[in-house]
């Protein structure tokens, strides 16, 4: 009777033991098949986002493109041939009224070179073709002849060895910072500077206005959180410094592709 | 938990009534799972006084467990219907739940209620809350959500329903089928077991209450 009850003991530790053992067994084999399906779906989704800001990207180069040649064939060509009408005009009109069609006709030409350069700057292929360093000069060029800050443009290569929708994304990114300036910073100088360093391509970007909390400003408007998607999708890394009335720091870097 | 100064229903009946009360006050931010748990509690609060009062007044409480276990069955049907989102195979699904049902108030029938333990009638509750729980446990890796596991209601309550009806499982069943003398403190194991599982609705209650972890919608 003893040995029996013993040996019911000993079989309920065991099956007790096996039981606990499993069970435990099961509870964190569940535990790291459910973690390795949550970073599943991480990546997932990371790729997702990725793919929608990608197309988002897309559309908006399209629509980019497509104002940029409704400019340079349309309203180009329109402006073109007032110049010709007002310069025509000028001739068989009396001498008391010539020097205000004259004026008209430089004004005209005037517009007709900014909807070029504008032209020009909306339109990504242009990155293909004139080279990104080059494309880059000639919006500074623009921005210094407007005479609202004075950019300083600093670049060590001369070719920049990035996939070809990098660098458009590169080149709307460096417009957005720009464009941020010119319209909210009150900035006088501005200075961007493009270096390799080894396998890494650095954009150093800094005025001297007023800055802005980075918080407030993420949350406020699109441009920052646009500069920030289309780092994402380009892979770079983004850092911002700035302080109110401190001006603004930027940096991104990116990684080149192997050659 | 013969061990213990206070004596165990009065520590379980304390923590029932507290996490009861937190529910109801909490009522408006649960889920509906959540209040189906809340309202398990109580109804489980009822349950254990009304046993106590049995085994005082008739020195058998056993009757009070012949009518639980229906209760349980279609309490833990529905919690399951719930969480699982079953859509496809309702009629199936609550024709079993009808089957078991009808299965353990037979059982109750046929045999004295007074002085006998339903242990068939725990054993078929097990039998369809155990594949449940791993069915869920299934549901919750194909659709995993980016919430912190531990911060997630559902798998507490799974968890601890899971431990405990496992248990149950292979003590009264495993152990009754086997005729073995099973030591007492085994049934103390049992008694810690249900505690914990308490414990994980609480945990789970908790969490439900905070709006950011409520969210357990897979996103696919």
């Given at each position: 009777m003893i040995l029996s009850a013993n040996t019911d003991i000993i079989t309920t530790i065991i099956t007790g033991t096996l039981l606990f053992g499993l069970l435990t067994v099961f509870i964190i084999y569940f535990i790291l098949l459910y973690r390795k399906s949550q970073t599943k779906l991480h990546f997932e989704r990371e790729r997702r986002k990725r793919e929608l800001l990608q197309a988002e990207v897309e559309i908006k180069e399209q629509?980019?493109?497509?104002?940029?040649?409704?400019?340079?064939?349309?309203?180009?060509?329109?402006?073109?041939?007032?110049?010709?009408?007002?310069?025509?005009?000028?001739?068989?009109?009396p001498e008391a009224d010539r020097e205000k069609v004259t004026e008209s006709a430089e004004l005209m030409k005037k517009l007709i070179g900014d909807m070029r350069s504008l032209s020009q700057s909306l339109n990504g292929d242009n990155?293909?073709?004139?080279?990104?360093?080059?494309?880059?000069?000639?919006?500074?060029?623009?921005?210094n002849k407007t005479g609202y800050v004075v950019v300083e443009f600093e670049h060590s290569p001369e070719r920049v060895s990035l996939e070809a929708d990098q660098l458009i994304i590169l080149y709307r990114i460096i417009q957005e910072l720009f464009t941020n300036t010119l319209k909210y910073a009150k900035a006088s100088n501005v200075l961007l500077k493009i270096i390799e360093e080894g396998n890494q391509l650095k954009v150093f970007y800094s005025d001297d206005g007023i800055g802005f909390d980075y918080q407030t400003a993420l949350n406020k408007g699109s441009g920052l959180s646009n500069i920030k998607d289309r780092c994402a999708i380009i892979d770079a890394k983004l850092y911002?410094?700035?302080q109110l009335n401190n001006g603004v720091s930027v940096q991104i870097t990116l990684e080149k592709p192997q050659t | 938990m013969r061990g213990l100064a206070i004596p165990y229903h009065y520590v379980l009946w304390s923590f029932l009534l507290i996490?009861?009360?937190?529910?109801?006050?909490?009522?408006?931010?649960?889920?509906?799972?959540?209040?189906?748990?809340?309202?398990?509690v109580i109804i489980s609060l009822i349950t254990e006084y009304v046993a106590k009062k049995f085994a005082l007044y008739y020195n058998d409480n056993t009757p009070v467990f012949h009518v639980f276990i229906p209760i349980?069955?279609?309490?833990?049907?529905?919690?399951?219907?719930?969480?699982?989102?079953?859509?496809?195979?309702?009629?199936?699904?609550?024709?079993?739940?009808?089957?078991?049902i009808t299965l353990s108030i037979v059982i109750s029938y046929n045999t004295s209620l007074w002085g006998f333990f339903p242990s068939k009638n725990f054993i078929i509750l097990c039998s369809l809350v155990f594949p449940l729980s791993l069915l869920f446990f299934k549901k919750?890796?194909?659709?995993?959500?980016?919430?912190?596991?531990?911060?997630?209601?559902?798998?507490?309550?799974?968890?601890?329903?899971?431990?405990?009806?496992?248990?149950?499982?292979?003590?009264?069943?495993?152990?009754?089928?086997?005729?073995?003398?099973?030591?007492?403190?085994?049934?103390?194991?049992?008694?810690?077991?249900?505690?914990?599982m308490y414990l994980s609705y609480f945990i789970a209650i908790i969490l439900d209450s905070h709006s950011k972890f409520s969210k357990n919608d897979p996103i696919s």
């Open positions: 629509t980019l493109v497509n104002v940029s040649r409704e400019i340079h064939d349309n309203l180009g060509q329109a402006a073109a041939l007032v110049k010709i009408n007002l310069n025509l005009i000028s001739k068989d009109i990155i293909r073709r004139k080279g990104f360093i080059a494309t880059l000069q000639s919006d500074v060029d623009r921005i911002f410094e700035s | 996490l009861s009360l937190i529910g109801l006050i909490k009522i408006r931010k649960l889920s509906t799972v959540s209040k189906l748990i809340i309202v398990y349980q069955i279609l309490f833990f049907s529905l919690l399951y219907f719930k969480v699982l989102e079953i859509k496809k195979h309702k009629i199936t699904y609550w024709s079993l739940v009808l089957a078991f919750m890796i194909s659709n995993p959500v980016l919430t912190i596991l531990e911060l997630q209601p559902y798998f507490w309550i799974n968890i601890g329903t899971f431990v405990f009806f496992t248990l149950v499982f292979f003590i009264l069943g495993f152990h009754a089928s086997l005729k073995l003398n099973v030591p007492f403190w085994i049934y103390d194991i049992l008694w810690g077991a249900n505690f914990l």
